[in-house]
């Protein structure tokens, strides 16, 4: 027996079930209409004015204000399948919504839930061996990666430049980073500045960040420069506690005054005997040391982040020191180039250099909502070109693997016994909401496209690929349309977590 507060409200059996599916489909259709290379972009607006402008499924949700419980689960899909893969977040959201949907026409016809969950289970399991039998032999090359970062961003804003000509960097940039242990993921960074062209995108060997030089007569451009980075203060150290001194003559004052100067020169000569070119200091670096350094063609920069001091150190193959006095040759790093441009911000430029092991993309766009949406799609590209060097699957796009997935569920249903058969059709019947909306968003008749892939798909693989303005019912794997395999298995594993989860859910108690 439960004993609620006045302002407490409980939804129990058919009505929660059935507000809880609603909920989930409402949230799975505000990105449906995103999915393909012809999806629809969504314009997000704040409270406070602030717009965004996207057909980023993660980035919509993230965006929307949901207040809804069971929303919310599906809005953990999406997260959940970014941080896991990076790509798929769409999809991810898409089908856990038709698998809800299912869901809900088993129940109106008497199926317990207990039943269709078990079902569903079942069902995921085949359809991710399933996925396996769909993985395209080959080698994950140079042009299999272009293919899939192209992939990944077709039909995301890209300021108006083709994703094929923005792929080659970030391949590059993947390539780079590949380890014998795998791609080194956080060694790509991606930093935006609108001002220019899609076009002016590059690929920088380094790192970029928004720092400035301690003083404005620096140095702008060094080359072929040692580099150090020091985790403390170029400055007077401050007193623990509270204390007051007491000067009784100028000549006390005098003496104070040149005990300070002298340790201040000490600080300077320190770092002019050390020879470096650009030092990066998290700590203050005092205005008199800051000015003598500069005289010298020192480039200093002071009060540096601590997440740009490991980048740094990270580009150049510099140590972190906490000391100045503990610098050693061998702590230094080298850049083949450190330089600073002015924006709306100062920049600073770290390129080049043996020890490189960074890469960072510069993102350029016309508006600050081109760059946020152009550097939203080139993170879904490395992050596919990532997971497909990493794993070394690539699955057919374009609805393909889905469209196969869902055959072969079907034939896995004739040896399911009792009603948990049906729930495994309903499975392989939301499959088919992918290649329905691919179809829906390119303009096409969802039905007649359906049944001619499936009667493409009998004889052959095929997907609806869009070639130049048409979208044809072709193979996705000979127009270069390809998926890492681990972007499938996760939607499927996700969408099927959040469905089940919902589904099952028959007491809603909330209190005010």
Same mark, same amino acid.
């Given at each position: 027996?439960?004993?609620?507060?006045?302002?407490?409200?409980?939804?129990?059996?058919?009505?929660?079930?059935?507000?809880?599916?609603?909920?989930?489909?409402?949230?799975?259709?505000?990105?449906?209409?995103?999915?393909? /290379?012809?999806?629809?972009?969504?314009?997000?607006?704040?409270?406070?004015?602030?717009?965004?402008?996207?057909?980023?499924?993660?980035?919509?949700?993230?965006?929307?204000?949901?207040?809804?419980?069971?929303?919310?689960?599906?809005?953990?899909?999406?997260?959940?399948?970014?941080?896991?893969? @990076?790509?798929?977040?769409?999809?991810?959201?898409?089908?856990?919504?038709?698998?809800?949907?299912?869901?809900?026409?088993?129940?109106?016809?008497?199926?317990?839930?207990?039943?269709?969950?078990?079902?569903?289970?079942?069902?995921?399991?085949?359809?991710?061996?399933?996925?396996?039998?769909?993985?395209?032999?080959?080698?994950?090359?140079?042009?299999?990666?272009?293919?899939?970062?192209?992939?990944?961003?077709?039909?995301?804003?890209?300021?108006?430049?083709?994703?094929?000509?923005?792929?080659?960097?970030?391949?590059?940039?993947?390539?780079?980073?590949?380890?014998?242990?795998?791609?080194?993921?956080?060694?790509?960074?991606?930093?935006?500045?609108?001002?220019?062209?899609?076009?002016?995108?590059?690929?920088?060997?380094?790192?970029?960040?928004?720092?400035?030089?301690?003083?404005?007569?620096?140095?702008?451009?060094?080359?072929?420069?040692?580099?150090?980075?020091?985790?403390?203060?170029?400055?007077?150290?401050?007193?623990?506690?509270?204390?007051?001194?007491?000067?009784?003559?100028?000549?006390?004052?005098?003496?104070?005054?040149?005990?300070?100067?002298?340790?201040?020169?000490?600080?300077?000569?320190?770092?002019?005997?050390?020879?470096?070119?650009?030092?990066?200091?998290? @700590?203050?670096?005092?205005?008199?040391?800051?000015?003598?350094?500069?005289?010298?063609?020192?480039?200093?920069?002071?009060?540096?982040?601590?997440?740009?001091?490991?980048?740094?150190?990270?580009?150049?193959?510099?140590?972190?020191?906490?000391?100045?006095?503990?610098?050693?040759?061998?702590?230094?790093?080298?850049?083949?180039?450190?330089?600073?441009?002015?924006?709306?911000?100062?920049?600073?430029?770290?390129?080049?250099?043996?020890?490189?092991?960074?890469?960072?993309?510069?993102?350029?766009?016309?508006?600050?909502?081109?760059?946020?949406?152009?550097?939203?799609?080139?993170?879904?590209?490395?992050?596919?070109?990532?997971? *497909?060097?990493?794993?070394?699957?690539?699955?057919?796009?374009?609805?393909?693997?889905?469209?196969?997935?869902?055959? *072969?569920?079907?034939?896995?249903?004739?040896?399911?016994?009792?009603?948990?058969?049906?729930?495994?059709?309903?499975?392989?019947?939301?499959?088919?909401?992918?290649?329905?909306?691919?179809?829906?968003?390119?303009?096409?008749?969802?039905?007649?496209?359906?049944?001619?892939?499936?009667?493409?798909?009998?004889? @052959?693989?095929?997907?609806?690929?869009?070639?130049?303005?048409?979208?044809?019912?072709?193979?996705?794997?000979?127009?270069?349309?390809?998926? /890492?395999?681990?972007?499938?298995?996760?939607?499927?594993?996700?969408?099927?977590?959040?469905?089940?989860?919902?589904?099952?859910?028959?007491?809603?108690?909330?209190?005010?």
């Amino acid at each position: 027996m439960f004993v609620l507060s006045e302002d407490s409200e409980r939804t129990s059996g058919e009505d929660a079930q059935a507000a809880n599916i609603d909920a989930g489909k409402a949230v799975a259709e505000s990105v449906r209409t995103t999915l393909g /290379p012809r999806g629809m972009d969504k314009m997000l607006v704040s409270d406070s004015g602030d717009v965004v402008i996207t057909n980023d499924g993660a980035t919509i949700l993230e965006e929307m204000d949901i207040d809804h419980p069971a929303a919310k689960m599906l809005v953990e899909v999406a997260e959940s399948q970014a941080e896991d893969v @990076g790509d798929g977040t769409t999809t991810a959201v898409t089908l856990a919504g038709e698998l809800l949907s299912q869901f809900e026409q088993l129940l109106e016809d008497d199926i317990h839930p207990t039943t269709v969950v078990q079902g569903y289970k079942q069902a995921e399991r085949a359809a991710v061996e399933a996925v396996d039998d769909t993985v395209v032999d080959g080698e994950i090359d140079e042009e299999t990666l272009t293919e899939i970062v192209t992939t990944a961003m077709t039909g995301k804003g890209t300021g108006g430049v083709t994703p094929e000509s923005l792929a080659g960097d970030i391949v590059d940039a993947v390539q780079r980073v590949e380890t014998e242990a795998g791609v080194d993921r956080d060694a790509i960074s991606i930093a935006t500045q609108p001002g220019s062209s899609a076009g002016a995108t590059e690929l920088i060997e380094g790192v970029i960040a928004e720092e400035s030089a301690a003083r404005d007569d620096s140095p702008r451009s060094l080359t072929d420069a040692s580099v150090g980075v020091l985790d403390a203060d170029l400055d007077q150290a401050e007193p623990d506690v509270d204390a007051e001194w007491q000067v009784s003559s100028r000549e006390q004052l005098d003496e104070a005054l040149q005990a300070e100067r002298e340790r201040l020169e000490e600080f300077t000569q320190a770092v002019l005997d050390l020879d470096v070119d650009a030092l990066f200091v998290t @700590g203050d670096v005092n205005e008199q040391v800051a000015a003598a350094l500069t005289r010298e063609d020192v480039l200093v920069f002071d009060s540096v982040d601590s997440d740009t001091a490991r980048s740094v150190a990270k580009a150049t193959g510099a140590a972190q020191i906490g000391d100045l006095d503990d610098f050693e040759a061998d702590d230094f790093g080298a850049a083949d180039s450190v330089r600073i441009e002015s924006f709306d911000d100062d920049l600073v430029f770290v390129e080049g250099g043996d020890a490189t092991e960074t890469v960072t993309l510069f993102v350029r766009g016309g508006t600050g909502h081109v760059t946020d949406e152009l550097e939203r799609a080139i993170r879904d590209g490395v992050d596919a070109a990532t997971e *497909a060097a990493d794993t070394g699957e690539i699955v057919p796009g374009a609805g393909a693997t889905e469209l196969a997935v869902a055959a *072969a569920l079907r034939e896995e249903a004739a040896s399911v016994e009792g009603r948990e058969q049906l729930a495994v059709e309903a499975f392989a019947d939301a499959l088919d909401v992918i290649p329905r909306t691919l179809a829906q968003n390119a303009g096409q008749d969802p039905i007649d496209a359906l049944v001619d892939l499936r009667s493409a798909n009998e004889t @052959g693989r095929a997907g609806l690929v869009q070639t130049g303005e048409d979208t044809e019912v072709v193979d996705p794997v000979g127009e270069g349309v390809v998926d /890492p395999a681990s972007v499938k298995r996760e939607a499927i594993r996700s969408a099927t977590e959040a469905a089940t989860m919902l589904a099952r859910i028959d007491d809603v108690i909330s209190a005010e």
